[in-house]
């Protein structure tokens, strides 16, 4: 089955760029750039990655971005990922990034999509891989803040598929964001949403009905609400959940606590993501083989979620259908 996992052609929909910075990276950045950071070993990087909760590795996520400074820093940070999709057997991916991260550190806008977009594009060039741009909003910055971000990202919208919101989520309800992502649906954008990886089901209903979300990502905690859970499966939502994520930011305490098998059996739309796998100790294939090894799932439970990332994304159907039947040729010639 291991073997099967690593060969399945995948699509992966929930990945910060930032999430996927390497310790020796952030170091040779870290000098090349002449910016503090507070190792001075690789190894005392690895020993920081020991996190409480959701803000406990945010505080971390944010110093290592500093780093990040030119339009090379982007294109190499995408490109080591680029390389992890090969690995990975990762076709297509639909990545996240966090504008305001580097805004408000005086980074400009262009410099940071340009560095992504252009390391995308190579990987399509090289390798096939294609992929989509969602930005993130902050969401522990305000509803004004976010709405400056959106004018910035206005000249580029060809180039950026969706919007997100990510950060601290207790405390910093969708309700805070309302107007923003009204704005951005009128403006074309798909619509996604950081929700109930730590916040209650009100911020997944809130997700819902007031951002009118295509997509949430984690979503772990609906399995407190039945009628959410109906409601979901119902209309078949998509969930990016992400596994190691939650194990390390202690939404579990451990793979065989996790829920992903109770949500997939109910009937939703799950899917497999890596979130941030440098922080969080492992790429996509990691993050299956984790909830494979500990929860019981099928082959099929393993198809079925392989095939839920490429329905779920945003990929027009024709490379859907193409997708689908790659996936269906590898399963077909597996023996095993
Ligand atoms: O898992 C996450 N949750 C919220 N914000 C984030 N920013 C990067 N990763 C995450
Ligand atoms: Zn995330």
Not at 103 to 114: A, K, M, P, Q
Not at 268 to 293: A, H, M, R, W
Not at 312 to 335: A, H, P, Q
Request: a negative charge; charged letters at 30%.
């Amino acid at each position: 089955m291991i073997d099967l996992i690593k060969n399945l052609p995948k699509a992966e929909l929930h990945l910060h760029i930032e999430g996927t910075l390497e310790p020796e990276l952030m170091f040779e950045l870290a000098k090349k750039n002449s910016v503090e950071i507070p190792y001075k070993t690789i190894e005392d990087i690895k020993k920081a990655y020991n996190f409480t909760n959701l803000q406990s590795f945010l505080d971390i996520y944010y110093a290592g971005a500093n780093v990040l400074q030119t339009k090379e820093d982007f294109y190499a940070l995408t490109w080591e990922y680029i390389l992890k999709c090969v690995e990975n057997n990762i076709i297509h991916t639909e990545i996240f990034f966090d504008p305001q991260s580097h805004t408000t550190r005086g980074i400009s806008f262009e410099t940071v999509l340009s560095g992504i977009k252009e390391a995308l594009e190579d990987a399509k060039k090289e390798f096939g891989i294609t992929s989509k741009i969602i930005m993130c909003f902050l969401r522990h910055l305000s509803q004004e803040e976010g709405f400056k971000t959106l004018e910035e990202a206005l000249p580029f919208k060809k180039d950026i598929i969706g919007v997100g919101l990510d950060s601290s989520e207790l405390g910093n309800p969708p309700s805070k964001f309302e107007q923003l992502f009204k704005k951005a649906k009128d403006e074309g954008f798909k619509i996604v949403a950081h929700a109930g990886e730590e916040g209650d089901v009100s911020y997944i209903y809130d997700s819902l009905d007031l951002l009118k979300v295509d997509r949430i990502d984690h979503g772990i905690q609906a399995i407190n609400s039945k009628e959410l859970m109906q409601r979901l499966k119902e209309e078949q939502i998509p969930l990016t959940v992400c596994p190691n994520s939650n194990i390390e930011l202690k939404a579990f305490e451990s793979y065989k606590e996790h829920n992903i098998k109770k949500l997939l059996d109910y009937g939703l739309n799950v899917t497999v993501n890596s979130d941030d796998p440098s922080y969080f100790k492992g790429y996509l294939n990691q993050n299956f083989i984790n909830i494979y090894e500990n929860l019981d799932l099928s082959k099929d439970d393993i198809i079925k979620l392989v095939k839920n990332s490429f329905n779920s994304s945003f990929l027009d159907e024709g490379t859907k259908i193409k997708y689908l039947k790659r996936v269906d040729e590898v399963v077909n010639n597996f023996k095993g």
